[in-house]
């Protein structure tokens, strides 16, 4: 069973449409992710959510709303896409190391490659 | 807020080689340092972690060590695989479960068989 999980895996769609990528784990875990992998392989923080709560949000377009309808599920919907959308997102989740209170290893799911023409 | 620089951005080494990549943070509350690997086509997957109560700390082939002084950790590889060809990226956050992880830029390793 794929432990995090994203679809689509590929998007293709045009400038100024709204898109969404949908991501469920089965991990049990709190926190949930999303990530932005640009062309040059650049791994960058967009959200985090735990237990449903807003955590992280980095200095990302309000164009982009995530939305957690629970603790196993985050969504990244995209309004009025724009060509430097254009990158592999990145779903992950994680859960505290065992027995403390430390952040723990990153699940990530396989990616959906968004492409905006 | 916290920078990781990693270096150098590709690494060719012949099959057997040993391969060490390098990364340097910037802020000096970090103290959790993972090291991530990823596929062609796939997600990043954590290899090894370490922090930074130790100063190595070694599993199978790959080893991890930090200088908390000089604010840089190393991944070392020995007895390198093609398999082991693939995106590494460095890390760094503080303990917190709610921590945000900041990536370094990644580095590709080629492993010429």
Known sequence: DTAVSQTPKYLVTQMGNDKSIKCEQNLGHDTMYWYKQDSKKFLKIMFSYNNKELIINETVPNRFSPKSPDKAHLNLHINSLELGDSAVYFCASSHPSPGTRKIGELFFGEGSRLTVL | ?113
């Open chain 2, 1 to 113: 807020g916290e920078n990781v620089e990693q270096h150098p951005s590709t690494l060719s080494v012949q099959e057997g080689d040993s391969a060490v990549i390098k990364c340097t943070y910037s802020d000096s509350a970090s103290n959790y340092f993972p090291w991530y690997k990823q596929e062609l086509g796939k997600g990043p997957q954590l290899i090894i972690d370490i922090r930074s109560n130790v100063g190595e700390k070694k599993d199978q082939r790959i080893a991890v060590t930090l200088n908390k002084t000089a604010k840089h950790f190393s991944l070392h590889i020995t007895e390198t695989q093609p398999e082991d060809s693939a995106v590494y990226f460095c890390a760094a956050s503080t303990a917190g479960a709610n921590s945000k992880l900041t990536f370094g830029k990644g580095i590709t390793l080629s492993v010429r068989p």
